[in-house]
Nanobody
């Protein structure tokens, strides 16, 4: 059974940067669309970014609130996907999840495999 594991979360001041990592065991991430979602307390899960599988050219997409600040990429090492987050704002605070599926969208229902999440807190 495939498993996803996120890492790299933490506490950062506004304007700072973090890089989240998503690793997999049991399946090859290159064959899957990968997305990052986040969920703040009391709010619905929000699509942050997605990247298509390698066969579809790994095209990327971003939610409007993070465009120009976040970058999703596949690692040169197999089975890693990263989310580089720059110019972080307090409203970026939440639990960040990576997910794997067939089609790259920003909708949670498109994804089959989910990690446990990593907490990102942006605060001074």
């Amino acid at each position: 059974q495939g498993q996803l594991v996120e890492s790299g979360g933490g506490l950062v001041q506004p304007g700072g940067s973090l890089r989240l990592s998503c690793g997999a065991s049991g399946f090859n991430l290159d064959h899957y669309a990968i997305a990052w979602f986040r969920q703040a307390p009391g709010k619905e899960r929000e699509g942050v970014s997605s990247i298509a599988n390698s066969a579809r050219g790994s095209s990327t997409n971003y939610g409007d609130s993070v465009k120009g600040r976040f970058t999703i990429s596949r690692g040169s090492a197999k089975n890693m996907v990263y989310l580089q987050m720059n110019n972080l704002k307090p409203e970026d605070t939440g639990v960040y999840f990576c997910a794997a599926g067939i089609i790259a969208t920003l909708y949670p229902r498109s994804y089959t495999y989910w990690g446990q999440g990593t907490q990102v807190t942006v605060s001074s």
